[in-house]
């Protein structure tokens, strides 16, 4: 029996796989999800012509300052070295 109120391993993944989809389409990139999130990747993103497949990892700690700027920096070079 599972403790109350703790969420399952798959129910913090798809949390976790959501957080960061909104995140990419805000920035304006169009994300699809891996079909039951069980292959290579979990997020499948398109911008202009650019790919990014995406393995989403969701653990007991939440996203440090400094990883949520690695995410973002990631981001914004890939979208810097295609926009030239």
């Given at each position: 029996m599972?403790p109350?109120?703790?969420?399952?391993s798959?129910?913090k993944?798809?949390?976790?796989?959501r957080?960061?989809?909104?995140?990419l389409?805000?920035?304006?990139?169009?994300?699809?999800q891996s079909k039951?999130?069980r292959g290579?990747?979990?997020l499948y993103?398109?911008?202009?012509?650019?790919k990014l497949?995406?393995?989403v990892?969701?653990?007991t700690s939440?996203l440090?300052?400094?990883?949520n700027?690695?995410f973002?920096?990631?981001?914004?070079?890939?979208?810097?070295k295609?926009s030239?």
């Open positions: 599972k109350v109120g703790r969420k399952s798959y129910a993944g798809i949390r976790a796989e957080i960061v989809k909104k995140r389409e805000k920035r304006g990139w169009l994300v699809k039951g999130s290579p990747y979990d993103a398109l911008k202009g012509g650019r497949l995406i393995q990892k969701s653990g939440s440090r300052r400094r990883e700027t690695g973002e920096n990631l981001l914004r070079r890939k979208e810097q295609h030239t």
